[in-house]
C-alpha cells in the first residue's frame, strides 16, 4: 500500500476562454513570442498545407512568432512568402532576417497592394489593432486580393466573450457581420470555426472563405 503524497497531482480539470487567454500570452514559438489561441495554432498548418499560398499577408506582426511560424510552414510546403506588416517596430531580428519574410513598418494603411502583383493563392490574416473600424477598413481594402478558394482570416473575435466589445467599438464580429451581409464573395467557413467545439477558437466567425462568385 503506497502512502506517499504525490506532488503535482490533482483530480480537478478546468480551462476556459479566460485561461486559455491568460496563457495564450506566454506562447513562444523558437523562443519569439507569438500571440496565439492553441487551437488556431493547430489550425494554421492545416489551412496553409490546404491552399499552399505563394503569399501570406499578415496584419499585426508584433514581436514575429506568428510570421516566423508561418514562415517555416511554406518552407515545408517549399514556396511563398510572408509581407508582414506593422505600426511599430518590437519585431525579433531573426523574424526579420528569415529567407521568406518581408516586414513592412507602416501600417495595413499604407501597404501598397502592388505588392501582391505575380502572386497566384493568396491569404491575408488580420490581426492588427481588433478595432470595428480597422477591421472593416482591412477587409474592404484586402478583399479583392484574396484569390479563390482561399482565405481572409480576422483574428480575435473572442474579445466579445472575453467582454471588451465596447472597448473595440464592437471589435472584429461587428466588421464581420457588416462585411459579409454586404458581398457575395466570402462566406464564414464553419469548418475551421467550430472543429473544437462552436466557435472554439479566438477568430469567432473570423475563416472567411472567398468563393470566386460576385
Ligand atoms: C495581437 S498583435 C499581433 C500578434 C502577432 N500576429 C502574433 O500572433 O504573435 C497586434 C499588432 O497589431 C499592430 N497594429 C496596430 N495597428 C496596426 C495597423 N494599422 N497596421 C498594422 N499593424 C497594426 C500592433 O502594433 C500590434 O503589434
Not at 514559438?29 to 489551412?47: A, E, T
Not at 514581436?63 to 506593422?86: M, V
Not at 472575453?162 to 462585411?179: D, H, R, S, T, V
Amino acid at each position: 500500500m503506497f502512502s506517499k503524497k504525490i506532488d503535482n497531482y490533482t483530480d480537478k480539470v478546468h480551462f476556459d476562454v479566460d485561461t486559455l487567454n491568460i496563457g495564450h500570452h506566454s506562447l513562444q514559438y523558437k523562443g519569439v513570442p507569438i500571440i496565439k489561441c492553441p487551437f488556431d495554432y493547430v489550425m494554421y498548418q492545416m489551412i496553409f498545407w490546404e491552399i499552399k499560398p505563394d503569399l501570406i499577408i499578415e496584419i499585426g506582426t508584433n514581436r514575429g512568432g506568428s510570421a516566423l511560424y508561418y514562415a517555416d510552414l511554406l518552407d515545408i510546403i517549399g514556396h511563398g512568402e510572408i509581407h508582414t506588416i506593422d505600426i511599430d517596430d518590437v519585431v525579433f531580428k531573426e523574424v526579420k532576417m528569415h529567407k521568406r519574410i518581408n516586414f513592412f513598418r507602416d501600417g495595413y494603411q499604407n501597404y501598397d497592394l502592388k505588392n501582391t502583383e505575380g502572386f497566384k493563392k493568396i491569404i491575408v490574416i488580420e490581426d492588427g489593432s481588433h478595432t470595428y473600424e480597422d477591421v472593416i477598413a482591412s477587409l474592404e481594402k484586402f478583399k479583392d486580393v484574396v484569390t479563390e478558394d482561399s482565405y481572409f482570416i480576422v483574428e480575435d473575435g473572442i474579445i466579445d466573450k472575453l467582454g471588451w466589445k465596447k472597448k473595440y467599438n464592437g471589435g472584429p464580429n461587428k466588421a464581420i457581420k457588416e462585411f459579409i451581409a454586404g458581398q457575395s464573395s466570402y462566406v464564414i467557413d464553419r469548418k475551421w470555426c467550430d472543429l473544437f467545439g462552436i466557435n472554439a477558437t479566438f477568430n469567432t466567425n473570423g475563416f472567411l472563405k472567398k468563393s470566386g462568385k460576385k
